[in-house]
């Protein structure tokens, strides 16, 4: 506080810092929720690339699983970030090994559990060694896959079992942000610590007892992980289309409100040909056991066949649902145009894919379209593209993925925007500047071409004051925004008209 000494007029100048308007985010997140062989934690896991993704979760494995060729196809198709759920059996166990201390009568006195369940475990192993600053501090080494160098995937120098130590390993190793990717650890300390409680010296020791279960692997419990990420995401499980699994994960979705989730359309079967598959892929969102007709979930289709990045032979070849390649388009195109522009046309040329199993006629290409399949074809001196747009929610003005996903981005953004007048006082003062900043983030979005309208009052509207907000609503604790927007509709229909008159021909194209 200033104390002032003689008399007079003193002035001060002090501005309050104003409340700043979000970024338009240029793209969703991909996540992805299956099984595999190896993995960390099976807590959601963020990867920025192929080779993130093989340092946690091991690539390919036994090539039994789906996930991983998933998430190659993702970032082979210009995928940028992907959160990776590993789903894991109920009963599945797993592997751990207990460590005795350097007392005279050894005792129990650290155990090392992998991070996850899963046989994966039985193939880390670890070394201890001692600490260079002795007082029971040890080195605690972790190798999976193997006992040497090149196996190595951690070290954690000079950690001690000793509560109050500032190397304490329980809280070094065990912390989610800076801690093991691959072990988590317990002290079995039941006395009062001493330096003679630390693990004794010991190298390659394996741990054990992992199992990969036999109950069925609840896909939901697992996509249910995401809801502590608050980025707008776009989900695939691979391979998956069962209604009965994929239903409640698409109401999760559309009670999150932040979640679009690509479905991988059925697999075919041996007996399949174009028109029976067509058929079967119209049977899922249509009839007794089809998806529930929501805009937050879309399907692809039929399943590819790529180059196999599992295998180094030449020539062969893999059939792989969809699903992965395309969140890789989504991705690159929200990137490079924004989520107005529908991830399908001619500039979606799936990389890497050989050819779609089944190509269809004029007239199943209808009918798919109509039921809201999305269907990957061939289109000459452009490859196999997606060439669908439409989500589940069929006769609906969100029935396209555009339109549906431009709606999760404003309605992100405008959460983002309004979150620092939660507890401020609910005046005229606090509605102008939320009208104020929304309408700003709505102009920019207009500007970007997220928003259809040459104009603002085309393109949006924006009512936050005394009209909707009442000494009601003001005494409950609520401010009331209402916002109106225009989202831009794809051209899916181009309509050449060609007709002749004596000087030649002319045509004409309109778009609906």
């Known amino acids: 506080m200033t104390v002032y000494k003689r008399p007079g007029v003193y002035v001060s100048e002090t501005l309050t810092p104003l409340a700043q308007a979000v970024s338009t985010p240029g793209e969703s997140v991909a996540a992805f929720v299956g099984t595999c062989k190896q993995g960390g934690s099976l807590a959601p896991t963020l990867v920025s690339s192929w080779s993130q993704y093989v340092a946690a979760y091991g690539g390919f494995g036994d090539t039994s699983d789906l996930l991983p060729f998933a998430v190659w196809s993702y970032f082979n198709n210009g995928g940028n970030q992907a959160y990776i759920v590993r789903a894991a059996a109920s009963d599945a166990v797993a592997a751990s090994v207990t460590l005795q201390d350097t007392e005279t009568v050894a005792k129990d006195t650290l155990k090392i559990t992998a991070i996850s369940p899963g046989t994966w475990g039985n193939k880390i192993y670890v070394d201890i060694a001692a600490g260079a600053t002795g007082a029971g501090r040890f080195d605690l080494y972790v190798y999976v896959g193997g006992t040497t160098t090149a196996y190595l995937k951690e070290r954690f120098p000079d950690v001690s079992l000793d509560p109050s130590d500032s190397r304490n390993a329980q809280a070094l190793i065990n912390s989610p942000v800076t801690g093991s990717s691959y072990v988590q650890i ?8 001493a330096a003679n409680h630390g693990p004794s010296v010991q190298a390659g020791t394996p741990l054990a007892g992992g199992t990969d279960g036999v109950a069925a692997v609840n896909l939901e419990t697992a996509a249910k992980r995401l809801e502590v990420v608050e980025d707008n995401l776009v989900l695939n499980i691979p391979g998956v289309s069962d209604a ?7 109401s999760w979705a559309q009670t ?13 079967v041996a007996s399949d040909n174009a028109h029976s598959y067509a058929i079967a892929l119209q049977g899922m969102s249509s009839g007794g056991s089809a998806l529930a007709a929501s805009s937050h979930a879309a399907v692809y289709g039929p399943w590819l066949i790529v180059n196999d990045p599992a295998t180094l032979a030449s020539g062969s070849s893999r059939l792989l649902p969809p699903g992965g390649a395309v969140l890789g388009q989504y991705s690159r195109t929200d990137a490079s145009r924004g989520v107005q522009k529908p991830p399908a046309g001619v500039d979606t040329a799936l990389k890497g894919v050989l050819d779609v199993q089944f190509r269809f006629t004029n007239d199943d290409q209808d009918s798919l379209n109509v039921s809201g399949i999305n269907v990957i074809k061939s289109l000459p001196g452009t490859g196999f593209v997606i060439y669908g747009a439409r989500t589940l ?15 999760m981005l404003i309605k992100k953004g405008l959460l983002d925007l309004t979150r620092f007048a939660v507890f401020e006082p609910n005046d005229q003062i606090l509605w102008d500047q939320i009208s104020a900043l929304a309408t700003q983030y709505l102009l920019t979005l207009m500007q970007t071409g997220v928003l259809a309208g040459t104009t603002t009052d085309e393109a949006f509207f924006v009512v936050c004051d005394s009209t909707n907000n009442t000494p009601a609503s003001v005494a409950s604790g609520t401010v009331n925004i209402q916002v109106g927007v225009a989202l831009q509709t ?11 008159y004596s000087g030649g021909s002319t045509a004409t194209e309109t778009t609906s």
Request: net charge positive; no cysteine; proline share 7%.
């Open 186 to 193: 317990q002290s079995l300390l039941n006395t009062a610590w």
């Open 244 to 250: 009965t699994v994929l239903n409640p994960v698409v």
């Open 256 to 268: 999150q409100g932040n979640v679009f989730v690509v479905v991988d359309g059925v697999k075919p």
């Open 393 to 407: 929610s069929i006769n609906m003005p969100d029935r396209y993925v555009s339109i549906r996903r431009s709606l």
């Open 490 to 500: 794809p051209a899916e229909y181009i309509v050449i008209q060609i007709g002749q």
